[in-house]
């Protein structure tokens, strides 16, 4: 076999490959064994045909179209191998000659990874939120830990705000009642914005026996999208009970004996919070920086392929989950169909850059993946999924999706080297010190990158 290379861009080559027929003969063999497994000729045993017999009856074209689609792949794949091409997707192939008995040659063009030069990123400078926690804060978030405490008491009086009602509803549209517009007994807190919009004025000053009739936009089921009429009944009026802010307060809700310990470690845990926050918006600014110093190459073929993965996940899968379809979708953002796709090209195009970028940087510096890392990784989507790590990492293995968590975690390690060279500061102009918690970091790059190529076309280097 002979091949030969002609870069047509710098993501793109075509090969053309050369095959002496006899090269073809294993090839030849099998598709002769194919054929007769398959045909049936009077006065032969099914299997014992002779070959001049399958060529005299079904056509010597029939075998060699057979031979040529069993050959193909392999001699594409040598010539890959050959040509030390690291290619993407599948390839287009034409058979520009074929010989009886002398020669195969086909040209094949397929989208490759382009060559990437790693800039310098010592120079990245990027600007973060400074961590601050207020007494507003930790005043709001134990507000919130007693909210989770708050009993309710049956009261004889008109419905107030932060109140918690029982009601019945009915929604009718266009005057009919729909057969999935009638709940009862239905619990609601006044003003917690949970319900129909307009609900709570209809409720407020109702006492337990009183009706009241409203319009609103209905949010789900039949009629989604579309005004209802809405009768509430109140059938009982409760107050919500807080408990005073005391230490018995705080030995109720938490491990601690007082209240002063209870807002100190809720102060801590904003800090942790706001800190995790102001981490990865360091990674995220720091990649943003990283990829408009870096020229890289897009292949057309694979940037279409994403932006139709983006489109498809999010109209069949995160939209149907929700009721919706894309025109609905867009009208609720105001959008056009046009600045959609521009926005899903952007995102496809920042995925595939950053895979490129960091891939290149993973074999230029060398890293590994070990067993540890890939675990905790593992740990983290399947928390983030809803699964159990034993169901996320069968779903894993079935799906033969372990490379793809490998490379995750890869281009998290890539990332954190070029964080670890910027200089970080946050909005007070103190440099912000990532390197605490090294594993940390790492573990939340991976979640970063993961974020900027989600979704990104898988990347298949067979025929």
Do not use: W
């Amino acid at each position: 076999m002979k091949s030969a290379v002609e870069t047509l861009n710098p993501t793109r080559v075509r090969l053309s490959i050369e095959v002496p027929f006899e090269e073809l003969k294993d090839s030849l063999d099998a598709a002769y064994k194919k054929i007769n497994q398959q045909v049936t000729v009077k006065g032969f045993r099914k299997g014992k045909i002779p070959n001049r017999v399958i060529d005299q009856r079904f056509g010597r074209g029939a075998v060699l179209e057979e031979a040529v689609n069993d050959a193909l792949p392999k001699f594409y794949t040598e010539a890959v191998n050959e040509g030390e091409l690291n290619v993407l997707g599948q390839p287009e192939v034409d058979i520009t000659e074929l010989k009886d008995g002398e020669l195969l040659a086909f040209t094949a063009e397929v989208d490759i990874r382009p060559e990437i030069e790693i800039p310098d990123y010592s120079g990245i400078e990027v600007e973060v939120d400074a961590v601050t926690v207020s007494d507003e804060d930790v005043d709001k978030a134990v507000e919130e830990l007693r909210g989770r405490f708050a009993s309710t008491n049956p009261v004889e009086r008109a419905a107030e705000d932060g109140d918690v009602v029982t009601l019945d509803l009915e929604a009718k549209v266009e005057g009919e009642v729909l057969e999935d517009g009638v709940a009862e007994g239905v619990s609601y807190t006044i003003g917690s914005g949970e319900l129909l919009e307009g609900i709570d004025e209809a409720v407020k000053g109702l006492e337990a026996g009183g009706e009241a009739t409203f319009t609103s936009e209905l949010k789900g089921g039949s009629a989604e999208g579309k005004p209802a009429e809405v009768t509430v009944k109140v059938s009982a009026v409760a107050a919500r009970e807080l408990p005073a802010l005391d230490d018995d307060f705080a030995q109720l809700a938490s491990e601690f004996d007082t209240l002063e310990e209870l807002r100190d470690d809720s102060r801590k845990r904003l800090e942790n919070m706001k800190q995790y926050d102001q981490a990865t918006q360091a990674q995220e600014r720091v990649l943003d920086e990283l990829l408009k110093l870096a020229e890289v190459p897009i292949p057309e073929k694979l940037l279409e392929d994403e932006i139709n993965t983006r489109k498809h996940n999010l109209e069949h899968h995160q939209l149907g989950q929700m009721g919706l379809d894309l025109a609905k979708y867009l009208e609720i953002q105001g959008k056009t169909e046009d600045e959609f796709i521009a926005e899903t090209k952007e995102q496809a195009e920042k995925g595939i850059k950053t895979q490129f970028i960091l891939d290149e940087l993973v074999n230029k510096e060398k890293l590994n993946v070990n067993q540890e890392e890939l675990t905790e990784h593992l740990m983290r989507r399947a928390a983030s999924s809803g699964m159990s790590p034993d169901q996320f990492a069968q779903a894993v293995v079935e799906g033969g999706q372990v490379p793809m968590l490998v490379g995750e975690v890869a281009r998290g390690k890539a990332l954190a080297v070029v964080v670890e060279a910027a200089t970080v500061k946050d909005t007070n102009g103190e440099i912000v010190d990532l390197s605490d918690d090294e594993d940390e970091v790492e573990g939340e790059t991976a979640e970063v990158t993961e974020a900027a190529s989600e979704d990104a076309a898988e990347e298949k280097t067979e025929a």
